[in-house]
């Protein structure tokens, strides 16, 4: 795995939020940072998994994204994000504009990250729902 600088990860963070959230002005204002490989606790003293790929804290503005796991870390930020802008769980809101992002991606020939956001997204129950939705044009945003 790539070491990522937190300049890197700031850059990466602009041009996604510049190209898949193009609406949303206070991306900028967000944090992102890396986490410790493993357990950890963060500044508000909540415990985290050493599994858990991304976290991303509301009231902070600030996102934290396990660099050392398998998941593609565009991938990963664009999951966080929508928690930020969306929903907070992995409800059907959350995964239409996961599915609405992975589409996005197919129309700018990014495969490789339209497919990480399809298999993050079918991981949750409600995504063949949203997708259904979607495909009805019963919920556009
Ligand atoms: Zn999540």
Redo the contacts with the bound molecule.
């Keep these: 795995m790539k070491p990522l600088s937190p300049a890197k990860l700031r850059a990466l963070w602009s041009r996604l939020t510049r190209t898949y959230f193009p609406r949303w002005r206070n991306a900028a204002r967000w944090r992102v940072r890396l986490r410790p490989d493993g357990p950890w606790t963060d500044s508000s003293g909540r415990g985290h998994s050493k599994d858990e790929a991304?976290y991303c804290d509301q009231k902070k503005r600030e996102i934290s994204v396990n660099a050392s796991c398998v998941h593609e870390i565009r991938s990963i930020l664009l999951?966080?994000a929508v928690?930020a802008v969306v929903c907070e769980y992995?409800a059907i809101r959350f995964c239409q504009r996961m599915l609405r992002l992975g589409k996005r991606a197919e129309k700018l020939e990014d495969w490789e990250l339209a497919r990480e956001l399809r298999e993050d997204v079918r991981r949750y129950p409600l995504w063949m729902a949203a997708d259904e939705l979607l495909r009805n044009g019963m919920i556009k945003r």
């Design positions: 991304g999951h966080e928690h992995h």
